[in-house]
């Protein structure tokens, strides 16, 4: 349990405009928060519930560009100067891991309150024990998986025992049971505030006492007790494109005609720099042309690994990949991204340009379509992808769910035979989500075909024609 109070939260009229946008990112906030309580927010995808959480953490500022309207108030107070009582968990816990072991990453954030140094290991200790962190201290963060990382990033808020915490999509790369054990820990803190943003809903619910949705420019289109508000706005909230209890959308219907193989592995093996144990220890697979292969197992069972040595990003230690007859990671660029497109679990690592349909025209480019050709396929990805009022803007600036989008547009640009995608409907609402698997379909029946990493039990059920499960780096 966490002692002290929950803070108080308030917003009159406010409103935040990123740095070189013309929409605001939201507009008319009125929300009042009372201490202690638990709500769940949610919004479409770009309603600006990522910013305002960081709004609420005291983590934008002006100076940088950006513009502010109306009141903020975490205690009364603006928000920067509360920041000693508020905790955050990004959506990508690569942007708050700051050091090279996992304990330290914990105390790192102790150290920076002053917290006495006889208290700050007991407090690692605890919080690491809280999230069910299945390795040492020392473990380096380098060798976790992106599910892991998030538990070190839950671990790190909760060890500063903060009044207010708010967590952005906390179990979006974690595996079942580890989302579950971070829900039992949520479920077991009392006193603090919480402000949780999710896209499982159903599982949420037993979380917290209230539910606020939010629309991009609109503020608050709902508010109350969860049973009300779904009973009363569900269907309008499902138009929208806000996640609500119940089934997912209808999946598409799929042939099911393959043809010849487009990625073969045999017997690949892979460990990291410095690693004591194997990511992949001898897997074999298959991937054929029409077919989606969806690829399963706990974090750190080598899902990602395997993604990124069947996409030539990764060079096997033993065994060999083959895209056809050629070794992907000796391919040059440009026939490399003529034979496979990859999307990331960090959408970001593959951004390259500072505008939106420019990062959309690079791969075609590189694969020799001529300008205008791109453009086209640009712009064509932007209207499919609900990004087209963004397409000037800078892609590090977009949501995780614009970003999640952004990045699978980019593999999909240049029409490459194999698409390999990492956790591919990361932060999705309703509406985006289905048009990605539509996409991912239609890929797949016209010809091509689809390997990819997913925690998403649903994607599976929906897409999938085949399933490898991997646990400890082999096929379990």
């Given at each position: 349990m966490t002692g002290g109070e929950g803070a108080a939260i308030e917003a009159r009229g406010w409103g935040w405009r990123h740095a070189g946008r013309r929409a605001w990112a939201i507009r008319g906030l009125d929300l009042r928060i009372r201490p202690g309580e638990r709500v769940l927010l949610l919004g479409a995808s770009g309603a600006g519930k990522s910013t305002l959480l960081a709004a609420l953490a005291g983590l934008l500022d002006t100076s940088g560009g950006g513009e502010s309207e109306g009141e903020l108030r975490v205690d009364g107070r603006p928000p920067h100067d509360a920041r000693d009582s508020t905790g955050i968990v990004f959506q990508d816990p690569e942007t708050q891991l700051v050091m090279a072991r996992a304990g330290d990453d914990v105390a790192f954030g102790l150290e920076n309150h002053c917290v006495p140094t006889e208290a700050i290991w007991p407090r690692v200790h605890r919080a690491l024990a809280q999230v069910h962190f299945p390795y040492p201290e020392d473990r380096p963060t380098a060798a976790l998986s992106g599910g892991e990382k998030q538990r070190l990033a839950i671990a790190g808020g909760l060890a500063l025992r903060p009044r207010l915490l708010l967590l952005d999509e906390p179990t979006a790369n974690?595996?079942?049971?580890?989302?579950?054990?971070?829900?039992?820990?949520?479920?077991?803190?009392?006193?603090?505030?919480?402000?949780?943003?999710?896209?499982?809903?159903?599982?949420?619910?037993?979380?917290?006492?209230?539910?606020?949705?939010?629309?991009?420019?609109?503020?608050?289109?709902?508010?109350?007790?969860?049973?009300?508000?779904?009973?009363?706005?569900?269907?309008?909230?499902?138009?929208?494109?806000?996640?609500?209890?119940?089934?997912?959308?209808?999946?598409?219907?799929?042939?099911?005609?393959?043809?010849a193989d487009l990625a073969r592995a045999d017997d690949i093996a892979f460990r990291y720099p410095g690693a004591e144990t194997w990511a992949l220890a001898g897997v074999d697979l298959v991937v054929r042309a029409?077919?989606?292969?969806?690829?399963?197992?706990?974090?750190?069972?080598?899902?990602?690994?395997?993604?990124?040595?069947?996409?030539?990003?990764?060079?096997?230690?033993?065994?060999?990949?083959?895209?056809?007859?050629?070794?992907?990671?000796?391919?040059?660029?440009?026939?490399?991204?003529?034979?496979?497109?990859?999307?990331?679990?960090?959408?970001?690592?593959?951004?390259?340009?500072?505008?939106?349909?420019?990062?959309?025209?690079?791969?075609?480019?590189?694969?020799?379509?001529?300008?205008?050709?791109?453009?086209?396929?640009?712009?064509?990805?932007?209207?499919?992808?609900?990004?087209?009022?963004?397409?000037?803007?800078?892609?590090?600036?977009?949501?995780?769910?614009?970003?999640?989008?952004?990045?699978?547009?980019?593999?999909?640009?240049?029409?490459?035979p194999l698409l390999v995608l990492d956790e591919p409907t990361f932060g999705q609402d309703r509406r985006t989500y289905a048009e990605l698997v539509a996409l991912l379909a239609a890929h797949c029946d016209g010809g091509g075909a689809a390997l990819f990493a997913t925690h998403d039990e649903d994607l599976v059920t929906s897409l999938a024609d085949r399933t490898l499960r991997l646990a400890g780096g082999r096929a379990a």
């Open positions: 974690l595996d079942p049971v580890g989302a579950e054990l971070v829900r039992e820990t949520l479920a077991d803190l009392s006193a603090m505030t919480l402000v949780l943003v999710e896209h499982r809903v159903a599982q949420s619910l037993p979380l917290v006492d209230r539910v606020v949705v939010i629309e991009a420019g609109a503020g608050v289109v709902a508010d109350g007790a969860p049973q009300e508000v779904f009973a009363r706005y569900g269907a309008r909230l499902a138009e929208l494109g806000v996640w609500v209890p119940g089934p997912p959308p209808a999946a598409p219907t799929r042939r099911t005609a393959f043809g029409g077919e989606a292969l969806a690829v399963t197992g706990p974090n750190g069972s080598g899902k990602s690994t395997l993604a990124l040595l069947v996409a030539g990003l990764l060079r096997p230690a033993r065994g060999r990949v083959a895209l056809e007859d050629a070794e992907p990671w000796s391919l040059p660029a440009r026939r490399l991204v003529a034979h496979v497109g990859t999307v990331f679990q960090d959408p970001e690592h593959q951004f390259v340009t500072g505008r939106v349909d420019e990062e959309l025209m690079v791969g075609p480019l590189r694969a020799g379509r001529y300008a205008p050709d791109a453009r086209r396929i640009a712009m064509d990805l932007l209207e499919r992808l609900h990004l087209t009022h963004l397409a000037a803007a800078n892609p590090f600036t977009l949501s995780g769910g614009e970003q999640r989008r952004l990045s699978v547009a980019t593999a999909l640009a240049t029409a490459p």
